[in-house]
DNA sequence: CGACCCCTTGATTAGCCTCAACAACCGTGG
DNA sequence: CCACGGTTGTTGAGGCTAATCAAGGGGTCG
């Protein structure tokens, strides 16, 4: 709220180039319906009919997928401002389930209105494809993260990413509220509750991190990012090649 | 070639959608220029600057990372008809390197041309937007199969993959020269070299593969996928929502 | 022919999982 | 208000999967 007329999406691109007026009326009008969700309820589950997609006003949530296993997957997590469904793009149906973390808001709005942005707005277009690469990137960092480094350093990439990426949005200093279980983060790391509990407590003992209850802070942020690996990949998107605003 | 006036591109796009001639042309003038790579060259690396996509014309490739503690971690393999080095949409410096698997043939076209793209040719930008979407439900899969997967399924997966993707650009039995070295395998899969080895060998043993030098055959295609958790992501996308062709 | 790369197999080690038990916390209903 | 069940966090003990270390064989290229 309290921006380009309360659209959490025109905020988020507007970190990255300067609206023209007619281009926050158009991403305005993504955000007209608006639903609430509650703590761990189910946006949408895999296997669904996927027409929408959702842009975050309000809350945490995730991207999951179940396996046969019987395990799960958590491939991200979504912050206000953020588009999620995504997937629907390419599939009728949704390729993989979206949760609830917290209490949450969500603004949905059909894939015709997306092929509208592309017909009438090509520079917002563009920045959307930029975005969605930037977070693909970000994906192919957590592939690398779990398959080829230790347990810690997993545990740390995600701290590391919650971190910059909340800090896009402002408010967050170096502790924040993490509404995360042990459970999930295990889900997103490909790790145990338990092992992760065990890292986490790792990094405390060598003074990386500090945690009270659910709040994490951050004491040595250039060790654990450096430990991570982490790269900032939302910090600076390349916007030289955008086509002319309309 | 002997498609569309030679355009890897537009015969790979043309599976999905039937193709104006407008945009045809289009899709030919991003590969006006060719190089060629002997294997094992290396395309890009990361931190270079990144003006340039390429659309593969011939041979294998991979796109991959170098981490801190040494090891390599491969994030997609590349054919024919493959755009590659779209991290190059987000960032000025490239995200990751790109390296020649075999002898390969590369199309080079600037950012700007795709900006180009997304002016004159919505429909085809929503296209590319969508596979690339497709492609990175594909990566959370791997995410996934590393993450929540044995060594076996793992190994099963890439393999299930490589046959899926081909086999869009046809030409492609269930038998197939597969020019990776287990080291390669082992750096897509998060595993090591012997593992993988010993992994290959229980496909084999087990009835659901066979090997013959760097050929492999599918023997039971069905368990390997069942095992594998495979999904084809390639196979349909949803074209319903794309903007009209110009 | 030698050097190098890749594949293969065995033996040992280590990191993470599994199982288990208990404490702390929370929302709910009596 | 307290009792209660359920969820989450914490810690320990032991087991298994995959890594590491090591050695040898086959193929290819200079």
Request: hydrophobic fraction near 45%; proline fraction near 2%; charge should be neutral.
């Amino acid at each position: 709220m309290g921006f380009l007329g309360g659209s959490c999406l025109a905020e988020r691109l507007s970190h990255y180039v300067t609206l023209t007026p007619r281009e926050q009326a158009a991403l305005g009008t993504l955000e007209q319906q608006e639903r609430s969700f509650r703590r761990g309820a189910v946006v949408r589950r895999e296997h669904d009919s996927a027409r929408d997609l959702f842009i975050v006003r309000k809350g945490w949530l995730h991207t999951s997928a179940l396996l046969g296993n019987g395990s799960r997957q958590i491939m991200r997590l979504h912050f206000p401002g953020d588009i999620l469904g995504v997937s629907g793009v390419a599939f009728a149906r949704a390729a993989d389930s979206v949760v609830a973390i917290t209490d949450a808001s969500l603004c949905p709005f059909d894939k015709d209105r997306l092929a509208c942005l592309f017909e009438d707005h090509p520079r917002l277009a563009a920045l959307i494809f930029a975005l969605a690469t930037a977070e693909r990137v970000a994906l192919a960092d957590r592939l690398a993260s779990i398959g080829r480094t230790a347990a810690r350093a997993r545990v740390s990439l995600v701290i590391c990413e919650i971190f910059a990426r909340l800090r896009i949005a402002g408010e967050v200093d170096n502790a924040l509220h993490i509404p995360l279980t042990q459970e999930e983060i295990g889900d997103a790391t490909g790790l145990t509750a338990v092992h992760v509990n065990r890292m986490m407590r790792a990094l405390v003992d060598e003074g990386l991190i500090e945690r009270s209850g659910s709040i994490v802070r951050l004491l040595d942020e250039v060790r654990l990012a450096g430990e991570a690996g982490f790269v900032n990949r939302f910090a600076k998107i390349d916007t030289s090649w955008l086509p002319a605003a309309r």
